[in-house]
C-alpha cells in the first residue's frame, strides 16, 4: 500500500475510518522481532510512583487519557499486514484507572501484596497485534497513600518520552483537571510517524552513504566481544529474566571524576566509558573491543516533544591494551564517541547487515552496552501529592547493560545482566571493579595534570560535546 508522498504502507489497510497504517522505524523493527522470537513480552516500560497526600483519582485518570489523546505512539498497535508488521495508529483508546484497595490488610501483608501485585503487572503480556499497548493502575495503601503504575511498552516509548515529555505534560493536566479547568496544552509539533517519514526520506538521500562509509572504515574486521572469563559456570536450565544490581558511587570520587573530565576537556561519560573498558580488558584476551552506546534520535527540534522510541544505538569499537596510560585510552575514546555522534542519524538496523553485524534470526554481536541516561528522572510535581518514583528492574537484550545515572549531585550505575552467562557473584565483581578502575583512572589523570603543570605544558583546547 502507497500513502502519500508515495510513503509504503500508510493508510487504513483494513478499511476502518480513522485508522492510520505507517511502517515500523528501524529501531522498532528490532524489538518487535525479538519480542516476536521470545514468544513473551520483555519490553515492558513502566513507571511506578508512590503518591502521599490528598489524591484526585479522577483528574489523574483524565489526565492519563488525555497523555493517550495527544500522542499516536500511546494509540499505536502492530498487526501483520501482508506479511510485514506496521503501526496501526487507532484514533482513540481507552484507558481505565482501575483501583485496588489494600487499606485493609496489615502493614507486612500490605507491602508484600504491593510488591506480587506490581510483579505480577510487570510479567502480564501485551498483544502487540491488537493493543493497547499503555496499561495503568492505582492502588491504595492508605486514605492518603496511593501508588500509581503506567505501563507503555518500548516499542513507543524511551526514557526521553517518559522524563521529558508525558510526565511533564502529567503536571500540568492533572493540575488543570484538579481545578476543573481544560487542557492547557497545545498540541505536540510532531508525532512519531511524522519521525518514521523523516528516517524514511534521510534514508533515501545522500547522506546515509557518507555514514555508512564512515562506519565501514571504523568497524573493517571488527569481530563481536567474546564472553569475558567471569561467565556463570552453570547456567540455569530455563531462560531467566535478566537482573539489576545498583551501585552508588562515593561523592569524592564523582567530584574527583567531574574535575578530571573539566581538565582533559571530554564529557563525564566518556570518563566513565573509558573505565569501564579497562574493566572488560582485564576480562578477555583481546585488546580490540566493542560495545555499544544508545543515542538519542530526534534529529529535529519538533521531535523533542513527541513520544515514542527514538533510541538508536551507536557501536564503539576501541583497542584497549593490557597496559597502557588512561589518558590515551580516554582519548581513544572521545574520538570514538565524537565520531559515532557525528554519524549518529543512520540506524544500527540498518547498518548492521551492511557491515556484517547482524543475521536475522541471529541478532546483533553486540554482548556489552555502556549508556549514560542524560534525561533527568523528575517525578511528576502533581499538585497537592508527595511523589516519588519506585525503582523497578528494566530489560535488557545485552548479556551485560551498564548505564550511569546522574541526578541531584550523585551518580550511580546500574548493571543488568543476564544470570544465563554471568551470575551475581560476577555482577558484583564488575561493579567493585568499576569502582577501582575508576579511582585509578583518577589518580593516573591527577598525575598527568600535575606533570603538565609542571613543565607549562598549555591546556588542551578540546570541546565539550553532549552524551
Not at 66 to 73: C, Q, V, Y
Not at 74 to 92: E, K
Not at 376 to 397: K, N, Q, T, Y
Request: glycine share 6%.
Amino acid at each position: 500500500m502507497t500513502g502519500r508522498d508515495g510513503f509504503p504502507g500508510e493508510g487504513g489497510a483494513d478499511g476502518t475510518s480513522g485508522v492510520l497504517d505507517v511502517p515500523l522505524s528501524y529501531a522498532q523493527q528490532s524489538v518487535w522481532f525479538l519480542e516476536r522470537r521470545a514468544g513473551r513480552t520483555r519490553y515492558a516500560d513502566p513507571m511506578t510512583f508512590r503518591l502521599t497526600g490528598e489524591l484526585d483519582p479522577t483528574a489523574l485518570r483524565a489526565g492519563i487519557q488525555e497523555l493517550a489523546d495527544r500522542h499516536e505512539a500511546m494509540r499505536t498497535s502492530f498487526p501483520v499486514v501482508a506479511g510485514l508488521p506496521v503501526q496501526r495508529v487507532s484514533p482513540h483508546i481507552e484507558v481505565p484507572l482501575p483501583l485496588t484497595d489494600l487499606t485493609a490488610l496489615p502493614v507486612a501483608e500490605r507491602d508484600r501484596t504491593l510488591s506480587q501485585y506490581l510483579a505480577e503487572d510487570l510479567r502480564a503480556p501485551f498483544d502487540l497485534a491488537r493493543g493497547p499497548l499503555v496499561r495503568a493502575a492505582l492502588i491504595r495503601l492508605a486514605p492518603h497513600e496511593h501508588v500509581v503504575r503506567i505501563t507503555l511498552h518500548h516499542l513507543v516509548s524511551d526514557a526521553w518520552s517518559w522524563w521529558r515529555v508525558l510526565l511533564r505534560e502529567l503536571e500540568q493536566l492533572y493540575s488543570a483537571y484538579v481545578h476543573g479547568r481544560p487542557s492547557p496544552l497545545p498540541p505536540p509539533p510532531a508525532q512519531y510517524r511524522d519521525f518514521v517519514h523523516w528516517q524514511h526520506d534521510w534514508l533515501a538521500g545522500p547522506v546515509y552513504p557518507r555514514q555508512l562509509d564512515h562506519w565501514k572504515r571504523e568497524l573493517a574486521g571488527v569481530v563481536p566481544l567474546p564472553p569475558l572469563a567471569l561467565a556463570a559456570p552453570s547456567p540455569p536450565p530455563d531462560p531467566q529474566p535478566p537482573r539489576t544490581r545498583w551501585s552508588a558511587l562515593p561523592g569524592d570520587l564523582y567530584d574527583r571524576l567531574r574535575a578530571a573530565a573539566r581538565r582533559e576537556r571530554v564529557t563525564l561519560f566518556m570518563l566513565l566509558h573509558a573505565a569501564f573498558l579497562r574493566v572488560l580488558r582485564h576480562h578477555t584476551d583481546t585488546d580490540d573491543i566493542l560495545v555499544a552506546t544508545r543515542s538519542g534520535y530526534r534529529a529535529r527540534p519538533e521531535f523533542e516533544q513527541a513520544a515514542g522510541f527514538f533510541v538508536n544505538l551507536l557501536p564503539v569499537r576501541t583497542r584497549v591494551p593490557a597496559e597502557g596510560d588512561f589518558r590515551g585510552l580516554l582519548r581513544q575514546v572521545r574520538r570514538a564517541l565524537i565520531g559515532g555522534y557525528a554519524h549518529r542519524d543512520a540506524p544500527f538496523e540498518r547498518l548492521a547487515p551492511d557491515l556484517g553485524l547482524w543475521r536475522p534470526g541471529f541478532g546483533a554481536a553486540i554482548s556489552v552496552c555502556v549508556s549514560f541516561q542524560t534525561a533527568a528522572e523528575v517525578p511528576p510535581a502533581l499538585e497537592g501529592l508527595d511523589v516519588a518514583l519506585i525503582d523497578h528492574d528494566p530489560f535488557s537484550p545485552y548479556p551485560l547493560d551498564l548505564g550511569f545515572y546522574e541526578d541531584a549531585g550523585t551518580l550511580r550505575a546500574l548493571l543488568i545482566h543476564d544470570p544465563g552467562q554471568y551470575d551475581d557473584a560476577a555482577a558484583a565483581r564488575l561493579l567493585d571493579e568499576l569502582h577501582h578502575a575508576l579511582a585509578d583512572a583518577c589518580q593516573e589523570l591527577e598525575r598527568d595534570a600535575r606533570s603538565d603543570e609542571a613543565a607549562g605544558a598549555p591546556g588542551r583546547a578540546m570541546p565539550q560535546e553532549a552524551t
